[in-house]
């Protein structure tokens, strides 16, 4: 098993659980550390029942994580073929976003049955109604926006916070309702500043409202230069605020854990089936798989109607 791609809090409940459960079904289960990086390098441990105590509730991964562009070569992958079968590895469960399933992809053609789990703080996996972090990424935006609202308002200013997202407006779409965001700015639809955020301030301000918050994905541009135009246009003192990194870290959420936990789990359970070439995924709030081909053939898009309910009561 291995954690790829950007790190997720949930990570370890996932790792837990593939640990515990694959033991129980009789495997013996080895970690490979940092990812496909790790793995062409030969980072393995092997991994009992007590390497996996009290990692439950702790954010990160205890596998370390990496990215490895250079696992897109071809020789690349046949040589973490390799690599698998001169230590005994059989099947390989990697947990990480898209990229991360694509590399299972590849090792599963070249014959090593691979389980993908989705984690990633973005949750923008198409196939997956949920990916492990996302649920503990918008409660801590949520946390820090909550703060900075009560100095916002005291002063009565605009903040404009800028969270994750470089494709994915998910995490700014669900902390921005969930901090009552004037306005929230995503990579998925175009924005127009003066439609979208400026009239919406002068109408509210008319209304009796006096501090504002503005969300945006990072993907949409830089915090720091729309709350310059936001002030620039209207007057209001506005600050921008990078959240960055503290939102991938953090214990994870208990619905992040139980999640985690029922995803690592149903990964061991395909791997006993004999199954490969497959992402476990939450649809319709079961835990269940579909092939990794069917799963990156799919594209994500923002859930309109979330985004319009966003739309009709920040006003
Ligand atoms: P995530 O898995 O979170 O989307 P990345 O897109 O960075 O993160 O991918 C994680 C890792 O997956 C990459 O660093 C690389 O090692 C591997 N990967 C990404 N794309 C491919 C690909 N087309 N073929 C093989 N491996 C890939
Ligand atoms: O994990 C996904 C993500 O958080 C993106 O939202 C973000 O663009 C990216 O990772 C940043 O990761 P890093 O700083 O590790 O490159």
Same mark, same amino acid.
């Given at each position: 098993?291995?954690?790829s791609?950007?790190?997720? @809090?949930?990570?370890? /409940?996932?790792?837990?659980?593939?640990?515990?459960?694959?033991? +129980?079904? $009789?495997?013996?289960?080895?970690?490979?550390?940092?990812?496909?990086?790790?793995?062409?390098?030969?980072?393995?441990?092997?991994m009992?029942?007590?390497?996996?105590?009290?990692?439950?509730?702790?954010?990160?991964?205890?596998?370390?994580?990496?990215?490895c562009?250079?696992?897109k070569?071809?020789?690349?992958?046949?040589?973490?073929?390799?690599?698998?079968?001169?230590?005994?590895?059989?099947?390989?469960?990697?947990?990480?976003?898209?990229?991360?399933?694509?590399?299972?992809?590849?090792?599963?053609?070249? $014959?090593?049955?691979?389980?993908?789990?989705?984690?990633?703080?973005?949750?923008?996996?198409?196939?997956?109604?949920?990916?492990?972090?996302?649920d503990? /990424?918008?409660?801590?935006?949520?946390?820090? #926006?909550?703060?900075?609202?009560?100095?916002?308002?005291?002063?009565?200013?605009? *903040? #404009?916070?800028?969270?994750?997202?470089?494709?994915? $407006?998910?995490?700014?779409?669900?902390?921005?309702?969930?901090?009552?965001?004037?306005?929230?700015?995503?990579?998925?639809?175009?924005?127009?500043?003066?439609?979208?955020?400026?009239? +919406?301030?002068?109408?509210?301000?008319?209304?009796?409202?006096?501090?504002?918050?503005?969300?945006?994905?990072?993907?949409?541009?830089?915090a720091?230069?729309?709350?310059?135009?936001?002030? *620039?246009?209207t007057?209001?003192?506005?600050?921008?605020?990078?959240?960055?990194?503290?939102?991938?870290?953090?214990?994870?959420? /208990?619905?992040?854990?139980?999640? /985690?936990?029922?995803?690592?789990?149903?990964?061991?359970?395909?791997?006993?089936?004999? +199954?490969?070439?497959?992402?476990?995924?939450?649809?319709?709030?079961?835990?269940?798989?579909? @092939?990794?081909?069917?799963?990156? &053939?799919? *594209? +994500?898009?923002?859930?309109?109607?979330?985004?319009?309910?966003?739309?009709?009561? &920040?006003?």
């Amino acid at each position: 098993m291995l954690t790829s791609g950007g790190d997720a @809090p949930g990570m370890n /409940a996932a790792v837990r659980a593939v640990v515990r459960m694959g033991i +129980k079904s $009789g495997f013996h289960v080895i970690g490979i550390e940092r990812g496909y990086a790790g793995l062409l390098e030969n980072e393995m441990r092997d991994m009992h029942l007590r390497s996996v105590s009290d990692i439950l509730q702790r954010g990160g991964t205890v596998l370390y994580s990496a990215r490895c562009p250079e696992f897109k070569e071809e020789w690349n992958i046949a040589r973490a073929k390799e690599i698998c079968e001169g230590a005994g590895i059989e099947a390989l469960v990697t947990i990480g976003g898209d990229g991360t399933f694509r590399g299972a992809l590849e090792l599963t053609r070249r $014959g090593l049955p691979c389980i993908g789990v989705p984690g990633t703080i973005d949750n923008d996996i198409a196939a997956s109604q949920y990916t492990v972090g996302f649920d503990t /990424a918008i409660n801590t935006v949520v946390q820090m #926006v909550d703060r900075v609202r009560d100095t916002s308002q005291s002063h009565d200013r605009c *903040s #404009v916070i800028e969270v994750m997202g470089r494709h994915s $407006g998910h995490i700014a779409l669900y902390a921005g309702i969930a901090c009552g965001a004037l306005a929230i700015l995503v990579p998925e639809i175009p924005f127009n500043l003066e439609r979208d955020v400026i009239t +919406k301030m002068v109408a509210t301000l008319r209304t009796g409202k006096q501090h504002f918050i503005v969300m945006l994905a990072e993907g949409v541009g830089s915090a720091v230069d729309i709350a310059e135009k936001i002030e *620039s246009l209207t007057g209001i003192e506005t600050q921008p605020v990078v959240l960055g990194h503290v939102q991938r870290g953090g214990s994870p959420t /208990a619905l992040e854990r139980v999640v /985690a936990s029922a995803m690592g789990h149903h990964a061991v359970e395909l791997i006993a089936e004999g +199954k490969s070439g497959r992402v476990v995924v939450q649809r319709d709030g079961r835990v269940t798989d579909l @092939p990794i081909e069917e799963a990156l &053939s799919m *594209s +994500k898009t923002i859930d309109m109607d979330l985004y319009r309910i966003a739309g009709d009561i &920040s006003i």
